[in-house]
Each structure stands twice: as C-alpha cells, then as structure tokens.
C-alpha cells in the first residue's frame, strides 16, 4: 500500500459541511413530514431548521457549482458528465460492487491524484449534483414562500404535486446517501476512505508487478 493525496483541504471542508447541512435536511423533513410521530423538536423549529439548512445548503451548492464550472482542476476532481465515455466504463465498475468484490477480484479502477472517481461515482455524483439538486432546491423554494410563486405553483399543478416531488427526491438523497456509506466501507478496512476524507491521504495498492503477473500466469 501506498498513500496519495487526492482530497485538498477545501473539498474536505465543503464535503463534511454539505453532510452536515444534508443531514440536518433530512432529520428535519421527517419532523415536518411526520409531525406527530416524530416529536424530537416542535413542529416550528423543525420548519425554521430545515430552512436555513436548505439555505445553508444551497449556498455550500453554489460555491461547488462554481467550482465545477470554472476551476482549471475540475478534470481532476469532477469529470466532465459525458455518457458515452462513462457508461460502459461504469457498468465494469457496477459488477465489481456488486459481484466481482466478493469473489476476491481486483477493483477495475486504480485511483490517482489526476483521477480520484471512478466511472460510476463519476456519473452518479454528477447526475445528483447537476439534476437532481437543482430540482429539489426549486421545490424546496416553491414551498417555502407559496404565496409569492403560486402562479409557478399552480403552472406545475399545484401545492400537492410540489410537495409530492420535494418527498420523492428527498427519498432519492436518502438512497444515495445510504448506498455512499456503504460504499465507503469498501476500502481496504472498513474505515479506510473515511479517513480519506479526514486527512486528504487515501491508501492504495501498489500496481502488481511483471513477476507477480508472471507468478500468476
């Protein structure tokens, strides 16, 4: 094993924030969404919480966003979305979680400084933060003030279809989110990527050499 730097203090930073921000979303969409069965804070606070953290949110979204759109690095720390390029490359990577890992077979996809996702993390973490993000910030706005945009509510078919929309991409976060952490867990220990992320260094393989290809064969 070796170790490499690939996650800068910054994308630390905005990663264990946006966690924050997200989870605080979530705890509190479930008190606004099951008043009643959830009683850990008041019904208000639940509403008044989950918007600054959907404004906190939103704007650690926009500091990525800018990011994304004008670092000279984003080859390096988030790929173009283009799935011609990623998809079948993704699919090896999907089988590998899903089968290959537990057969014993080496991950098909070497981190480096130069690339540190993989083509499924690739693709998924783009779709996420370029579709369906946006999306969930809009609902989220339209139910915060519906009084000020019920002319874009009533276009859209109204308070019950935004709402509706809202609950069923924050599911989809919570997917997402569940698949990450076990994902994470697939390191080479169980806390191995998680570190990672704490300290920047991730650790990983040395490439096989001729004599241990040849010891194979």
Known sequence: MHKIYIHPLPVRIWHWLN???????IFTGLQIRYAGLF???SFRNAVVLHNWAGFFVGANFLLW?????FSDRISVYQPELNPRKYFPMMFRQ??????GILRGERNPYRVTPAAKFNPMQAMTYQI?????????FYTGVLLWDSTSYAGQIDMLGGLRVIATVHVLLSIAFVGFLMTHLY??????????HTKGMITGY????????????????
């Not at 966690?19 to 979303?25: D, K, P, T, V």
């Not at 996420?128 to 969930?136: A, F, G, I």
């Not at 390191?187 to 191995?192: D, I, P, V």
């Not at 991730?202 to 064969?217: F, H, I, L, W």
């Open 19 to 25: 966690a924050l921000g997200i989870l605080l979303l």
């Open 39 to 41: 009683d850990v804070i």
């Open 65 to 69: 966003l800018f990011f994304y759109f």
């Open 94 to 99: 999907v089988y590998y979680y899903a089968w």
């Open 128 to 136: 996420v933060m370029l579709v369906l993000m946006p999306l969930q």
């Open 183 to 192: 994902l994470v867990t697939l390191g080479h220990s169980f806390g191995a």
């Open 202 to 217: 991730e650790e990983v393989e040395d490439e096989p050499s001729s004599s241990d290809d040849a010891a194979k064969g």
